[in-house]
C-alpha cells in the first residue's frame, strides 16, 4: 500500500515519525492571519496498492 499526499500550501516543515507497525508523517503550515481575517487551505490524499 502507498499514500500520496497533496495540498495548496508549501509546508513550513515536515516531521516523520514511526512506532512498530506505524508510520506518520506530519504537516506543518505556517499561519499568520489578522484578527477578523481567515484563512484556507487544502490537503488530499490518495491511498494505493503498489
Known sequence: MGIRESG???PERI???GERH???PEVFA???ILPR???GWR???QFFAI
Do not use: D, M, Q
Open 30 to 32: 505556517n499561519i499568520s
Open 22 to 24: 506505524v508510520i506518520s
Open 37 to 39: 481575517h481567515s484563512k
Open 15 to 17: 516531521a516523520l515519525w
Open 8 to 10: 495548496n500550501f508549501r
Open 43 to 45: 490537503r488530499s490524499y
